[in-house]
Nanobody, 123 residues
Framework: QVRLVESGGALVPAGGSLRLSCTVS????????MGWFRQAPGKERDGVSW????????DYADSVKGRFTISRDNAENTLYLQMNSLQPEDTAMYYC????????????????WGQGTQVTVSS
């Protein structure tokens, strides 16, 4: 079966950095665009970033532009999210997901999801 497993979440002070990873198995990783999403308690799940199959095209939510960087290593079936200048409003459960839709940050366009990793940013 398809499995996406996130890791790297932690408690960090404001201004700090984290690098999230998502390892993928059970699907043809190079045939999928990948995305990162986040969901805070009581809030809707929001798109954070998207990357195409080759890692040559990306998209970001306005709230994270200039601070977060998405990347992928197709040889290792791994997706990454480098998060810098973290702020308390970045606190959320972060999920990785796979999609066949071009440049989308809409959760409904994603077919497979991980279980999430918690990021907490203290003020």
């Amino acid at each position: 079966q398809v499995r996406l497993v996130e890791s790297g979440g932690a408690l960090v002070p404001a201004g700090g950095s984290l690098r999230l990873s998502c390892t993928v198995s059970g699907l043809s990783f190079r045939n999928y665009g990948m995305g990162w999403f986040r969901q805070a308690p009581g809030k809707e799940r929001d798109g954070v970033s998207w990357i195409n199959w080759a890692g040559t095209s990306t998209d970001y939510a306005d709230s994270v532009k200039g601070r977060f960087t998405i990347s992928r290593d197709n040889a290792e079936n791994t997706l990454y999210l480098q998060m810098n200048s973290l702020q308390p409003e970045d606190t959320a459960m972060y999920y990785c997901a796979a999609s066949n839709v071009w440049r989308t940050l809409w959760p409904r366009d994603y077919n497979y999801w991980g279980q999430g990793t918690q990021v907490t940013v203290s003020s």
